[in-house]
């Protein structure tokens, strides 16, 4: 990291990129607040340009009618926010102290880094099998997804059998909203009853698209280009089986990027970076702000993490503004 990049005391820091992070970014380079972005390495699991990095096409980013590679989306916010005068340095944060004023990082070079306002931007990563072939096709664009909103309307994954793999609230959501286009939906669940919500279950198991494979795990995704099907094992027998499909769908959770946040900031108990009032982005520390998948454990969607990035943006720039900073040092030091 070059000294030059970073100054004495930062008005902004912005920890992570992705959606919320550039987003913010912007507004806080318009505002002529000098943001600093510790956007992530790739060493770690805080990617430079969040997940969207390893999502080949998105098609419900508004402004591109035809779709937009997801790398290319990325690059391009970043490209907008440094128009701006957006600094950006590629490490990690390890460590966050809010208990001196200006706030104090450490990344992973050991430089400390001095923010009158901090946004945490860090994200959240969806949790995946654990099956070579699996990461390789998500990678790729493959026709392996943990986001069917994202990525179940494409043209590929339409009048086939998709397999979505869980057993919780989410699984069942994604399996009925994949109803729309696929031939058939296979859930396959490791267990011979489900996690979700009764609502949400009589829902699926109602719909007519739905079949459930029960006691069954996914333990390979047979495909070189392309899915091709999965491998399922009985749970209870141990048997193996084929199921020829054209799209799999892993809905097992995700998670926040929050290991280095726990005693700094108050997370929920799954996590997540818990923002005490409604439709605010303000943290249990006043003068840190978080935006984006860090902190929103429901929507999970590009453009509501972008959404929040503005807004995180915009009440730094106000606690700014009413002399949050003033008051914060003041209370640091009495």
Same mark, same amino acid.
């Given at each position: 990291?070059?000294?030059?990049? @970073? ?6 820091? @912005? ?108 994200? !959240? ?101 392309? @899915? ?23 809905? @097992? ?23 005490? +009032? !409604? ?8 003068? +840190? ?46």
């Amino acid at each position: 990291m070059s000294d030059s990049v @970073i100054r004495e005391r930062e008005t902004v820091v @912005i920890v992570g990129s992705g959606p919320a992070g550039w987003t913010a970014a912007v507004y806080a380079a318009r505002a002529e607040l000098h943001p600093l972005v510790i956007e992530g390495s790739f060493s770690r699991t805080m990617i430079p340009g969040g997940q969207l990095m390893f999502t080949t096409e998105v098609e419900n980013y508004p402004g591109f009618k035809d779709g937009v590679d997801g790398q290319t989306l990325m690059l391009e916010m970043k490209a907008q926010a440094e128009r701006f005068g957006t600094r950006v340095v590629t490490e990690d944060v390890l460590e966050v102290d809010v208990h001196q004023y200006p706030f104090r990082l450490v990344t992973t070079s050991g430089q400390e880094v001095f923010a009158e306002t901090v946004i945490l931007a860090t994200g !959240a990563n969806a949790n995946w099998i654990g099956l070579p072939n699996e990461e390789r096709l998500a990678q790729s664009g493959g026709g392996v997804s943990a986001c069917a909103v994202c990525d179940g309307a494409l043209p590929h994954f339409r009048e086939k059998v998709l397999v979505v793999v869980g057993g919780g609230d989410t699984a069942m959501e994604d399996a009925l909203y994949l109803t729309k286009f696929a031939k058939e939906v296979v859930i396959v669940h490791r267990r011979d009853e489900l996690r979700a919500s009764r609502i949400m279950a009589d829902r699926a198991m109602a719909n007519e698209k739905i079949r459930f494979a029960w006691n069954k795990t996914v333990v390979e995704v047979h495909g070189d280009d392309v @899915i091709t099907g999965v491998r399922l094992k009985d749970t209870v027998t141990g048997e193996e089986s084929d199921l020829d499909a054209g799209g799999m769908f892993v809905a @097992i959770g995700h998670s926040p990027n929050t290991e280095f946040l726990k005693g700094v900031v108050d997370l929920k108990e799954n996590g997540y970076v818990a923002t005490p +009032v !409604a439709w605010r982005t303000q943290t249990s520390v006043p003068g +840190v702000f978080a935006a984006g998948d860090v902190m929103d454990d429901y929507y999970r969607q590009a453009v509501t993490a972008a959404g929040t990035g503005c807004m995180a943006a915009l009440e730094a720039e106000r606690w700014l503004a009413h002399g949050g900073a003033e008051v914060h040092a003041a209370s640091a030091t009495g």
